[in-house]
């Protein structure tokens, strides 16, 4: 037995995210079945070609490329999730599920092959030094970052904390560029801001990491304490353009809403691997309304909180439809040669629906008023437009339970001689169940405003807690938003 990682992890979206949601637990080492003569030919084949491609190339070729090209290759095959990490890479993605590294402090895009400040992170180097948003950066330790991929620039201003590094940037409205030197520091990722609108209190979470659910919890603390505790109308939890991450934390923050019940559910191809995460007692917003915001952009673990405040109706959704990722990968360390990232299983809401390339309808569907140079840019291919990817399933929890219950059931029970006039009701009703089941659904807008006034979702949110409802001309039924996708 060893210790892995499972993730229910992504890809890369139109708007540039990565989806990550990982727990721990233990695999046997063992392979499941036997495997046949015939697989091992094929494996003496696959060792011919790779000794005729090495030794009689017109170039002499990378024997370790190749061979991580072949497993790349044999996994890409099964699903666009299922990955081989280089050490790298997998040291990076523990970095990014830790929050914190050695850097500077600045949150950055790419925008026309240029490095673009989004904003720098209060109390780092980067914010000590002035740098600001919407700068520019163009040279990093004088080399051109012109054609850089966003990768490459992180990794150069990442590094050792207490070296140095020079940045030369450009900013709007100035002739000159300014040319800064900073010293890093350890980062911590913020995951979570929060901020009060009047009576209500809003949280912002951009990706589950280690630390999320306290940031939340002291987030929900803040924000009470700061408006009070008797006039607090609600809270909206923004989970737009949510990047995924650990699922243990969107289990705990799904908890801070929630008193009872299930959270979520995991199954993989054996029924024994079958797991339940459940909600405990204590709501730490003790019954207040809550809105959740959900777009084009919220995948993986946000959608599984989404699900589960949607599906014990302890929130509202507004927005658009989800990603509809809803497979759980599993990180198997590989030693001193990165790890495999291996599709696993499938996960589930509380009601037992299956999200996988279907993502999460909102209660209310509201669109934002994309500008013109967003237009076309703005939507999300979601899931299912990912080539190979799996289709959903729906657990049938209904008729276990009614299998666990009939056999409880006493020999006298009164009900006993009903239930024979009842099955074929109770089929008629799966059935129809079934019959409305959702097809495979596109993705849709990820487009946020980045002016509040102008945020048409978070609008509607702050309207519907004050007065209990939205205006027909902004908000629709979800049905509205299927409709279209038809």
Not at 50 to 61: G, H, I, L, N, T
Not at 101 to 106: A, D, K, Q, R, V
Not at 227 to 249: E, F
Not at 280 to 285: F, H, I, M, Q, V
Request: proline residues 4%; charged residues 30%; hydrophobic residues 35%.
């Amino acid at each position: 037995m060893r210790k892995i990682s499972i993730l229910v992890c992504g890809v890369a979206m139109g708007v540039g995210m990565s989806l990550v949601a990982t727990q721990t637990r233990l695999m046997s080492t063992t392979s499941a079945t036997a495997a046949s003569p015939d697989i091992y030919r094929q494996l003496n084949l696959f060792g011919d070609v790779f000794e005729k491609v090495r030794s009689d190339y017109v170039e002499k070729p990378s024997e370790s490329k190749m061979i991580e090209s072949a497993i790349n290759g044999m996994l890409s095959s099964l699903d666009p999730h299922s990955s081989y990490m280089d050490a790298k890479a997998f040291k990076d993605m523990q970095v990014e599920t830790r929050g914190q590294f050695g850097g500077l402090g600045i949150e950055v895009t790419q925008e026309d092959g240029q490095i673009k400040v989004v904003t720098p992170i209060d109390d780092t180097p980067a914010a000590r030094a002035g740098v600001l948003t919407n700068d520019l950066i163009t040279k990093i330790d004088g080399e051109a970052v012109q054609g850089m991929a966003l990768n490459q620039a992180v990794d150069k201003m990442r590094g050792p904390v207490n070296t140095k590094v020079t940045l030369t940037i450009q900013r709007p409205g100035r002739k000159d560029p300014l040319q800064v030197t900073l010293t890093r520091e350890m980062i911590s990722i913020r995951s979570v801001r929060s901020r009060v609108e009047g009576d209500i209190a809003y949280i912002r979470l951009t990706q589950f990491i280690e630390h999320s659910f306290d940031d939340v919890k002291a987030a929900i603390e803040k924000t009470t304490k700061e408006i009070g505790a008797d006039k607090i109308k609600g809270y909206v939890l923004d989970l737009r353009n949510n990047r995924g991450g650990l699922l243990d934390q969107a289990v705990y923050v799904s908890d801070a809403f929630l008193n009872r019940g299930e959270i979520v559910s995991t199954r993989g191809r054996n029924a024994d691997e079958t797991q339940r995460f459940s909600a405990r007692n204590g709501d730490l917003t003790n019954g207040k309304p809550v809105v959740v915001l959900i777009n084009g952009g919220s995948a993986s673990a946000a959608e599984i909180v989404a699900g589960a405040l949607q599906d014990h109706k302890r929130a509202t959704l507004i927005g658009t439809r989800s990603f509809g990722k809803g497979s759980v990968q599993t990180i198997i360390p590989l030693g001193s040669n990165g790890a495999l990232r291996l599709t696993t299983a499938r996960y589930y809401t509380p009601s037992g629906r299956s999200i996988q390339a279907k993502g999460i309808d909102p209660d209310m569907v509201v669109l934002q008023d994309i500008p013109d140079e967003w237009k076309g840019k703005d939507e999300t291919k979601g899931e299912a437009g990912l080539k190979g990817h799996l289709s959903g399933e729906r657990r049938d929890r209904e008729n276990a339970a009614d299998q666990q219950d009939a056999a409880q059931k006493k020999p006298d029970d009164k009900a006993a001689p009903d239930a024979g006039k009842a099955a074929p009701d109770k089929a008629a009703k799966d059935k129809a169940s079934k019959d409305k089941e959702p097809e495979e659904q596109s993705g849709s807008s990820a487009y946020i405003p980045p002016d509040p006034a102008k945020d048409k979702q978070l609008q509607a949110a702050l309207e519907l807690l004050r007065t209990g409802r939205v205006a027909a001309a902004v908000a629709r039924p979800a049905d509205a938003q299927k409709a279209k996708a038809n």
